[in-house]
């Protein structure tokens, strides 16, 4: 295969190329146009329906049935990966272990998953143990050595085929058939285009090869299931927590729950695999008949936003972990404070209807400087967050209200009562298969604004298709949000967190890209306002140092860009943003500025 260029995950998508300075429904309409190619495709590749996409789940689950039937044990199955990935394949292991136990299958099958920068890499975004190969393959180790007797089925996702922490898992678990006798690989880029460059170091094979020699060399050779779900690039160019996460999470779900109706003894064909995946195309399409209510739920957060406040999101169960999961991805895509955007899961730490991770509750005993930022609990919204609200501020709460939730009107009334004397914007959104009493009798006393989503139903016990149009809306409200801000240009994220090398030299490239200056004179733009001085001349900070400062700034790309497009100093930047938080608003409006 030869080299095709830029990787699709990171290529600019031309349908939001103006969603910077789209209207706020403009915006969302932007990101349902990109949200369709998740069932569309994209250009001249495969769609989820097709039979070369579909060929590889209905493999995985043959074998894992068959397994099923022939162990004298039972079956894992684990999910692996970084960032979003793992944290989709956290939510995907925790529903289906619960689906599992509910239809009794627990002694038969179990579902678990692993991430890398463990549970605490869930809440807070920790980056680097992704590059590492040999720390991933020791955490795949330990856990097959909890129970070293029983087959693994193993899948390993990593969007842009590049996540050296997954791709060791996947190179040792071909190695080990009798232990993980199946063994998938899903990601959102063609196989031609996984990286070529940088070679990943594997300690157990004594190999040094790139991400793309190592897939091809899997599949050809150890029968590595290769499944590339190509859905175009992101609405916002590279932020893979939206499309790419989606995406992940529809093709596993999918493949889990015909799997479970494999080992009721139904036949599983392209036939059931196709309804099943309809249902989470009908979802989106329902979602987005109200986008004037996403946009409303949009502007409300961008409001706080640019007001200095912050937005909560507030749900049991699901719908509270997909609040957290959302809000957890905000610091390095748009360098936001931890404290701006958060998520509580009512009952976080209860077995059943909490958080189940890994760790059980140990990991709210963090003594470490962030610990306030493991704290989820709605009780410790009430002691750490309640006494600091003000108006500026956003709380969102999500409901179930589709007869899958047994608890509505004790969830509603537990939420009225929570949000009785808030002092800030509160919003009730109800996710279901058809209106609610509760939504007829909303205290517009107590919430400001109230919005139920349609979704569509089916026959499962989980409400997966209620935490699809969760994950929809919160992508469209903290991304829209965070444009809103200021955080775009174009289509172009422009104040991630410059928190490690990799990250410090694509912010001076699209320092260089956007304003036309060389490399090193980005780079210089960039060290002004990590030392917040136009003089650089004495400038001596070693990068660590560089990093750790810029790892607590807001605005570092902004400020940059308008200091080398307008040739203007540190303080005029920072004038013409507090007037003009977005880039492109903020350029015209310089150049144009009587003199």
């Known amino acids: 295969m030869q080299e095709t260029g830029e ?25 349902r146009q990109s949200d369709q190619q998740l069932f569309g495709g994209y250009t001249s590749y495969p769609s989820i329906y097709e039979p070369a996409v579909l060929d590889h789940l209905q493999a995985f689950n043959d074998t894992v049935t068959q397994l099923v039937k022939t162990s004298s044990s039972k079956v894992r199955v684990v999910v692996t990966g970084c960032g979003t ?17 509910h239809e009794g299958y627990q002694n038969r099958i179990s579902f678990h998953y692993l991430h890398a920068g463990d549970d605490e890499a869930l809440l807070i975004s920790n980056e680097l143990p992704e590059d590492d190969a040999n720390l991933g393959i020791t955490k795949l180790i330990q856990f097959t050595e909890v129970e070293p007797d029983t087959p693994v089925a193993f899948i390993g996702i990593s969007c842009g085929l590049s996540a050296a922490w997954v791709l060791g898992q996947v190179a040792y678990a071909c190695s080990n058939r009798e232990q993980y006798p199946v063994v998938m690989m899903v990601g959102c880029n063609p196989v031609n285009q996984a990286p070529n460059h940088t070679p990943i170091n594997i300690n157990f094979c004594n190999k040094s090869v790139t991400s793309r020699m190592l897939l091809l060399d899997l ?54 695999s196709i309804d099943n995946l309809s249902v989470y195309e009908h979802t989106y399409r329902k979602v987005y008949l109200k986008e004037e209510s996403i946009s409303k739920l949009v502007q409300l957060a961008g409001n706080s936003l640019l007001n200095n406040g ?28 931890l404290h701006t955007i958060r998520g509580f899961v009512k009952n976080a730490w209860d077995y059943n209807k909490g958080v189940r991770f890994n760790s059980g509750n140990a990991i709210r005993k963090s003594d470490a400087e962030d610990g306030i930022f493991f704290r989820i609990s709605f009780k410790d919204f009430k002691n750490d967050i309640l006494p600091t609200l003000s108006q500026n501020d956003t709380l969102i709460f999500g409901i179930i209200t589709s007869i899958k939730n047994n608890y509505i009107t004790e969830e509603y009334n537990d939420y009225l009562s929570f949000a009785q004397d808030i002092q800030c ?46 994950k929809l809306i919160c992508n469209a409200i903290t991304t829209c949000a965070c444009i809103i801000k200021g955080c775009v240009y174009k289509n172009t994220m422009l104040n991630m967190g410059v928190c490690n090398y990799k990250l410090y030299l694509r912010t001076i490239e699209i320092i260089s890209n956007i304003s036309g200056c060389n490399l090193e004179a980005a780079e210089n733009h960039l060290l002004k306002v990590i030392i917040e001085n136009d003089d650089i001349t004495d400038f001596d900070l070693t990068m660590n140092e560089r990093l750790e400062k810029a790892s607590h700034m807001e605005n570092v790309i902004p400020q940059a860009i308008l200091i080398a497009t307008l040739n203007c100093d540190l303080e005029k930047a920072r004038s013409i943003l507090k007037i003009r938080p977005i880039i492109r608003n903020a350029i015209e409006f310089a150049i144009n500025e009587p003199k």
């Open 7 to 31: 990787r699709i995950t990171e290529q600019s998508n031309s349908l939001s190329l103006s969603i910077d300075v789209a209207s706020t429904l403009g915006k969302v309409r932007i990101l």
């Open 85 to 101: 990935s793992g944290r989709i394949g956290y939510m995907v292991a925790r529903s289906f272990q619960l689906l599992a136990e």
């Open 425 to 470: 914007k509160k919003v009730l959104v109800g996710l279901g298969s058809e209106k609610h009493q509760i939504f007829r009798n909303v205290s517009i006393k107590v919430f400001d604004f109230a919005y139920e989503f349609e979704v569509e139903q089916d026959d499962i016990y989980l409400p997966l298709q209620e935490e699809f149009a969760w």
């Open 310 to 337: 912050r937005v909560y999101y507030m749900g049991s169960s699901s719908i509270g972990i997909m609040g957290f999961i959302d809000a957890s991805e905000m610091f390095d895509t748009y360098g936001m404070s």
């Open 219 to 272: 599949i050809s050779n150890q029968g590595l299931l290769m499944v590339s779900l190509i859905v175009g690039p992101e609405a916002v160019t590279g932020s893979s927590r939206m499309k790419g996460g989606s995406i992940a999470k529809i093709y596993i779900e999918t493949m889990f729950s015909q799997l479970l109706i494999s080992l009721k003894g139904a036949n599983q064909t392209y036939s059931s």
